[in-house]
Nanobody, 128 residues
Framework: HVQLVESGGRMVHTGGSLRLSCAASGGTTNSDVMGWFRQAPGKEREMVVAMKWSDGSTSYADSVKGRFTISRDSAKNTIYLQMNSIEPEDAAVYYC?????????????????????WGQGTQVTVSS
């Protein structure tokens, strides 16, 4: 069971950039499927990006395509989410996750309940 710890969330101005980090430890630290999710107040959790490292398959939510980029540093057991051209709608708690069902998640826009390992979340606030 891998443990995930997110960091990097803060207040950012509209149009600004931010990089979130997720450090993995324990269990299978180099999980094949990893990704980022977010949940805004009053809204359901949604997938931001999911990636299958073994074949490079990547799926971004339409709302972040061209603005957000996922990357991984295997030596540091860390994944990142580079967020550019941030919009007010990007304000949310961002969660890092691993070992969730990749195909189900990209088809439904979220991981099914009870699957995968999850971090505690990091808050991103957007000011105009």
């Amino acid at each position: 069971h891998v443990q995930l710890v997110e960091s990097g969330g803060r207040m950012v101005h509209t149009g600004g950039s931010l990089r979130l980090s997720c450090a993995a430890s324990g269990g299978t630290t180099n999980s094949d499927v990893m990704g980022w999710f977010r949940q805004a107040p009053g809204k359901e959790r949604e997938m931001v990006v999911a990636m299958k490292w073994s074949d490079g398959s990547t799926s971004y939510a339409d709302s972040v395509k061209g603005r957000f980029t996922i990357s991984r540093d295997s030596a540091k057991n860390t994944i990142y989410l580079q967020m550019n051209s941030i919009e007010p709608e990007d304000a949310a708690v961002y969660y890092c996750a691993a070992d969730f069902p990749y195909e189900y998640t990209i088809r439904h826009g979220d991981s099914p309940p009870g699957f995968g390992s999850w971090g505690q979340g990091t808050q991103v606030t957007v000011s105009s």
